[in-house]
C-alpha cells in the first residue's frame, strides 16, 4: 500500500487525523485521512479537489481537524490504522466492534472506532500519540488508549525542533552534558556507526548511549515473546523511560526534504481514494 520509498523515513511526522465538517447543510461529517502535514492538509480539504482535497470533502467546507494520532514509524504503518479506521468491518482486527447504530453520530462513532484501533494488535504496541487539535471536542474515548499512548492538546511540534513529549525532568538532549560523542554502546562496548544516531537517557547525569538493538534486548528481558517494547529501565539511572520517548528524542532533528514529502503524500492521497 503506497510507495515503497514511504515505507521507512527516519525523524518523519505521520498521522492519521480526524475532520469535522462545520458547513451547516452538511454538519456533522467526518473524513478519517493520513498527512505528514496538518496545517497544509487542512488547507487542502478546504480548498477543495483543485487545491489537492479529497473529493469526498469537496465543496462542503469548511472543515476542521479536530484530533490526529502520530508517531507511526513509518508511512506504511499509519496507512494501515487509517484504513482499519475507515473500515471496521472489513478489518479482521476489528471484527469485534458493533456497526454504527441509526441513533449513533458519525463523530461518535468514529472514536469508538478509534478506541478500539488504538488497543488492536498491530498498533496497540507503538508509541503513538492522541493529540487533540480541538480541545473543546474532546471526549474520552471507551475502552481508554494504552496506558503508554498520551493524550496531548494543541497543534503537533514542530518537526525540525527537540520536543520533550511529556516528561518536565527530560534534560535538553541536543548537548547530553558528559556524553562523548565518540563512546562506545554502554550495553555491547562495541562501536556506535556514525549513520546510526544512538539511543541516549534524556535524565541529567546519566551517560548511557546503546544501540537500538541492544536497549530494545535490554527492556525486552520483561517480555520475551514481544518484539517492540514499550518501556523499561535506564541501565545506567534506574529511571523508567518509554520506548516511544527514546525513539522520539533519537530522530528528533532528522533533516528531511519538504518537496519530496508533499509529492508523497499526493501520491498517497489518490491511490488511496481510487
Same mark, same amino acid.
Not at 151 to 159: L, Q, Y
Not at 203 to 231: I, K, N, V
Given at each position: 500500500?503506497?510507495?515503497?520509498?514511504?515505507?521507512?523515513?527516519?525523524?518523519?511526522?505521520?498521522?492519521?487525523?480526524?475532520?469535522?465538517?462545520?458547513?451547516?447543510?452538511?454538519?456533522?461529517?467526518?473524513?478519517?485521512g493520513?498527512?505528514?502535514?496538518?496545517?497544509?492538509?487542512?488547507?487542502?480539504?478546504n480548498?477543495?479537489?483543485?487545491?489537492?482535497?479529497?473529493?469526498?470533502?469537496?465543496?462542503?467546507?469548511?472543515?476542521?481537524?479536530?484530533?490526529?494520532?502520530?508517531?507511526?514509524?513509518?508511512?506504511?504503518?499509519?496507512?494501515?490504522?487509517?484504513?482499519?479506521?475507515?473500515?471496521?468491518?472489513?478489518?479482521?482486527r476489528?471484527? +469485534?466492534?458493533?456497526?454504527?447504530?441509526?441513533?449513533?453520530?458519525a463523530?461518535?462513532?468514529? #472514536?469508538?472506532?478509534?478506541?478500539?484501533? #488504538?488497543?488492536?494488535?498491530?498498533?496497540?504496541?507503538?508509541?503513538?500519540?492522541?493529540?487533540?487539535?480541538?480541545? &473543546?471536542?474532546?471526549?474520552?474515548? !471507551?475502552?481508554?488508549?494504552?496506558? +503508554?499512548?498520551?493524550?496531548?492538546?494543541g497543534?503537533?511540534?514542530?518537526?525540525?525542533?527537540a520536543?520533550?513529549?511529556? &516528561?518536565?525532568?527530560?534534560? &535538553?538532549?541536543?548537548?547530553?552534558?558528559?556524553?562523548?560523542?565518540?563512546?562506545?554502546?554502554?550495553?555491547?562496548?562495541?562501536?556506535?556507526?556514525?549513520?546510526?544516531?544512538?539511543?541516549? !537517557?534524556?535524565?541529567?547525569?546519566?551517560?548511557?548511549?546503546?544501540?537500538?538493538?541492544?536497549?530494545?534486548?535490554?527492556?525486552?528481558?520483561?517480555?520475551?515473546?514481544?518484539?517492540?517494547?514499550?518501556?523499561?529501565?535506564?541501565?545506567?539511572?534506574?529511571?523508567?523511560? #518509554?520506548w516511544? &520517548?527514546?525513539?522520539?528524542?533519537?530522530?528528533?532533528?532528522? %533533516?528531511? %526534504?519538504?518537496?519530496?514529502?508533499?509529492?508523497?503524500?499526493?501520491?498517497w492521497?489518490?491511490?488511496?481514494?481510487?
Amino acid at each position: 500500500m503506497g510507495p515503497q520509498g514511504g515505507a521507512a523515513r527516519p525523524g518523519g511526522f505521520f498521522g492519521v487525523y480526524l475532520l469535522y465538517c462545520l458547513n451547516p447543510r452538511h454538519r456533522g461529517r467526518v473524513y478519517v485521512g493520513f498527512t505528514v502535514n496538518p496545517a497544509r492538509r487542512v488547507q487542502q480539504h478546504n480548498g477543495g479537489r483543485k487545491k489537492g482535497g479529497a473529493w469526498r470533502t469537496s465543496g462542503r467546507g469548511p472543515w476542521e481537524m479536530v484530533l490526529i494520532v502520530h508517531g507511526f514509524p513509518s508511512a506504511v504503518a499509519a496507512l494501515r490504522f487509517e484504513w482499519a479506521w475507515q473500515h471496521p468491518q472489513a478489518s479482521r482486527r476489528l471484527a +469485534h466492534v458493533a456497526p454504527r447504530l441509526r441513533s449513533e453520530a458519525a463523530f461518535a462513532f468514529h #472514536l469508538r472506532v478509534l478506541a478500539h484501533v #488504538l488497543r488492536a494488535p498491530p498498533w496497540a504496541r507503538l508509541p503513538l500519540t492522541l493529540r487533540w487539535l480541538r480541545a &473543546d471536542f474532546r471526549q474520552e474515548l !471507551c475502552p481508554p488508549p494504552p496506558p +503508554h499512548v498520551p493524550v496531548a492538546f494543541g497543534p503537533p511540534p514542530p518537526r525540525m525542533l527537540a520536543a520533550k513529549r511529556r &516528561d518536565s525532568s527530560f534534560a &535538553d538532549t541536543e548537548s547530553p552534558p558528559g556524553q562523548d560523542s565518540e563512546a562506545p554502546c554502554t550495553l555491547c562496548a562495541c562501536a556506535l556507526p556514525d549513520e546510526e544516531g544512538p539511543l541516549c !537517557c534524556p535524565y541529567p547525569g546519566c551517560s548511557l548511549r546503546a544501540h537500538m538493538t541492544c536497549l530494545a534486548e535490554e527492556f525486552l528481558q520483561e517480555e520475551p515473546g514481544q518484539l517492540l517494547p514499550l518501556e523499561g529501565r535506564c541501565p545506567g539511572c534506574k529511571n523508567s523511560l #518509554l520506548w516511544g &520517548d527514546l525513539i522520539w528524542l533519537c530522530r528528533t532533528g532528522s %533533516e528531511e %526534504e519538504e518537496e519530496n514529502v508533499e509529492l508523497e503524500e499526493e501520491h498517497w492521497t489518490d491511490v488511496l481514494e481510487l
